[in-house]
């Protein structure tokens, strides 16, 4: 099956589309699953949970997208549309822009933890619905070393209030193979095999550069 064409990827505030059926499933638990040409829901992947929403009429309860490429939509309640037939998509907006928040506001704070005093690489992260924690390679973390990564993170994403006129917070820039990436250091895409497809974002905030596979907020 071809992958999966991710419009996320080139508007992350996409969240009303048509996509065209290309395969409606029922896995071995008995869930309906519905595979689009192209989507707009993001599946959970990099750590960032999966969207929910409405697709041709059914609800959107989880989004999960294989080795392969392919995004598999589950679907819950009356999905009529066969392969071929285009269905209208609406992603989550809030939940969307929660997660995207959370999972930004983390790769800020994991790029100020390295590039400070306490020189503490981030390992793991996992967000859940609200909260997203950081796991770091060393034993602790004084609290001087938590007040100045606070500090930077606050002056790096500035409030509406203090924001300068016709500032711009976060920068987006999508890539098409892993193979491009280059980094090492980049942990989260180790195992890519040369040229796997790896859709990916290049956040550039202040003097902050990272990359990931996940949905991240956009220029203002």
Same mark, same amino acid.
């Given at each position: ?15 009303? @589309? ?60 009356? @999905? ?46 996992? *967000? ?18 938590? *007040? ?73």
């Amino acid at each position: 099956m071809t992958p999966t064409t991710l419009l996320y990827h080139r508007d992350p505030h996409l969240l009303r @589309f048509d996509g065209v059926v290309s395969a409606v499933e029922v896995d071995p638990a008995g869930r309906r699953i519905v595979v689009l040409r192209e989507t707009a829901f993001y599946p959970e992947a990099g750590g960032q949970m999966a969207d929910h929403g409405v697709l041709g009429g059914a609800r959107v309860t989880d989004v999960q997208v294989g080795d392969d490429g392919v995004v598999r939509h589950i679907v819950e309640g009356g @999905f009529a549309a066969a392969v071929g037939d285009a269905v209208a998509g609406v992603v989550d907006g809030a939940r969307r822009r929660q997660h995207m928040a959370m999972h930004t506001a983390q790769h800020i704070l994991s790029q100020v933890l390295l590039s400070q005093r306490a020189r503490a690489e981030t390992v793991s992260a996992r *967000l859940g619905e609200t909260v997203c924690t950081v796991d770091v390679d060393v034993a602790a973390l004084s609290d001087r070393d938590v *007040l100045e990564a606070e500090d930077a993170v606050h002056a790096i994403v500035p409030t509406r209030a203090t924001r300068p006129a016709g500032g711009s917070f976060g920068c987006f820039r999508p890539m098409a193979r892993a193979d491009t990436f280059g980094s090492p250091e980049n942990h989260w895409l180790r195992g890519k095999p040369s040229g796997a497809c790896a859709p990916a974002t290049c956040l550039a905030i202040a003097s902050l550069v990272r990359w990931c596979v996940g949905v991240q907020v956009p220029a203002e």
